[in-house]
């Protein structure tokens, strides 16, 4: 269980975007570490009503509705995965990807949700929100191995008429 873990807390600090189940730090075979080395950033935007904007792990933006500030930080959330191999023999690890609901945010009079989380997780390009999905990672011949993933949503804005900023 990750109940006082370093993974639990970086899954804590981006709002509970990935939960992953192992134990606490890579001490020993089959062990892991989720570190988050940047939150999913929707960059500031002027928001005039409604309006949605759209962030893909690989990075590709788009919005409707909504006018982005130009100069502002925005892109994929990104997560570092270590990792000891279950064993010697296999090189290879084990784990659980669930997506989970984020909380919505009220920034400046705007309030925005996020949906439509994804992945760039390798064959899990489907993940959805409350699956749960068995990751093979792939055999490493390191003592502790690691993997980077990156995590895209949508954001959904309501409400005011200001600059407002969201991060994920």
């Not at 975007?17 to 500031?44: K, T």
């Amino acid at each position: 269980m990750l109940s006082s873990s370093p993974a639990l807390f970086a899954l804590r600090l981006v709002g509970g975007l990935i939960a992953l189940a192992g134990v606490s730090a890579p001490a020993r075979a089959g062990s892991i570490e989720l570190v988050a080395s940047r939150p999913l950033d929707f960059g500031a935007v002027v928001v005039l009503g409604n309006g949605t904007k759209q962030v893909t792990p690989d990075g590709t933006v788009s919005a409707n509705g909504l006018a982005s500030v130009p100069g502002t930080r925005e892109g994929p959330g990104e997560f570092i995965l270590r990792y000891r191999p279950d064993s010697r023999a296999t090189r290879a690890a084990v784990v659980l990807v669930s997506i989970t609901t984020v909380t919505t945010q009220t920034v400046a009079g705007s309030t925005g949700s996020l949906s439509g989380l994804a992945t760039d997780l390798p064959g899990d390009a489907g993940l959805v929100a409350g699956e749960a999905r068995q990751l093979r990672l792939a055999p490493c011949g390191e003592t502790v191995c690691e993997t980077s993933f990156r995590v895209g949503g949508t954001l959904t804005v309501t409400g005011g008429t200001r600059q407002a900023a969201f991060s994920f």
